[in-house]
């Protein structure tokens, strides 16, 4: 068996490399301490009384013992449009499965309209006024657009003549060509549809995860276009996106999540421009 020599090793040290490290030491220092996450909870509690929607201290995850959030708040107002941003593995969409049920909360709590919905089937939310739109597999190819939207209506049935009317207005080309299969469409489309869908049942909250995900800029515009046509129909929308700088200029409140917790919360605005939230979680991209 043979042994490496230091000698053996490669080159260490180099000035880009050092540059490196030093940065990440400190964007480490520079994150949000135990006392600021403690500022954030205080005003959480006092801001989110007679929210629509409401999470408190959820802790989460997909495996037993395994927490992807870790104490993570949230709440949204009648008419609001919230975006979450942070950086990859942050929990954001994890946040979103657990306001729909789709992750087993083992801790906190999930409120819509001081009601404890907190793990509830799928089902039951949408029935309680939820829509929630994935990011991925979210439409049915084989069917065409009007049959993906009767299945968005299939706990009530008889309302869909009244909802397609009301998702066309939103969206016309649903209704223009709405004998086309889906599969044919383009992932913009795609997305028009899913959106669709998850409006039939007529929600009063939508939680949209990462909609304009491998779309085109343009076709990414339209996207965010369309969410604020939603919101401003009076759907209050809650959405993951990681176009944190777009994401920032439409919504009306945003968080950042870090490690499963808030990070970071205020107008869209504020956060666009604080200097520690450019500086750790948006980069270049918020200053282009």
């Known amino acids: 068996m ?22 990440e030491l400190n964007l480490d220092a520079s994150r949000p301490t135990h006392a600021h996450a403690a500022t954030i909870a205080q005003q959480h509690d006092s ?19 395994v927490n992807i959030l870790n104490g993570s708040d949230l709440y949204a107002k009648e008419g609001e ?13 994890t946040l979103l499965k657990a306001l ?29 006024g939820v829509g929630f739109v ?44 709405r004998k086309q ?12 549809v899913a959106m669709g869908r998850a409006l039939m049942m007529a929600p009063s909250v939508l939680l949209l995860d990462e909609p304009s995900a491998g779309l085109s800029p343009a076709l990414q ?7 604020k046509g939603i919101n401003a129909s009076g759907v209050t ?3 993951v996106e990681q176009n944190a700088r777009r994401c920032l200029q439409i919504v009306d409140r945003g968080y950042v999540l870090d490690q499963g917790k808030n990070a970071y919360t205020g107008t869209g605005a504020s956060l666009a421009n604080d200097p520690k939230v450019i500086e750790l979680y948006l980069g270049t991209l918020a200053k282009a």
Do not use: C, H, W
């Open 237 to 239: 929308v809650i959405i």
């Open 47 to 65: 801001e989110a009384v007679g929210a629509l929607i409401r999470a408190d201290n959820l802790i989460a995850g997909y495996f037993p013992g």
């Open 221 to 227: 515009d339209e996207v965010f276009v369309r969410v």
């Open 81 to 93: 449009l919230v975006g979450i941003i942070g950086p990859n593995g942050a929990g954001k969409s």
């Open 100 to 128: 729909f049920g789709l992750v087993n909360v083992t801790s906190g709590s999930v409120l819509l309209r001081d009601e404890d919905i907190t793990n509830l089937r799928a089902d039951q939310l949408v029935k309680r």
């Open 181 to 192: 299969r889906t599969g044919s469409l383009s992932g913009g489309e795609r997305q028009m």
């Open 2 to 23: 043979s042994f490496l020599e230091p000698s053996d090793l490669p080159p260490t040290g180099s000035p880009d490399d050092i540059s490196e490290f030093s940065r």
């Open 134 to 177: 994935p990011q991925n597999n979210n439409v049915f190819p084989s069917l065409t657009i009007e049959e993906n939207m009767q299945m968005g209506a299939y706990q009530d049935p008889k309302s869909f003549k009244e909802r397609f009317a009301a998702v066309t207005d939103l969206f016309p080309a649903l209704g223009t060509r």
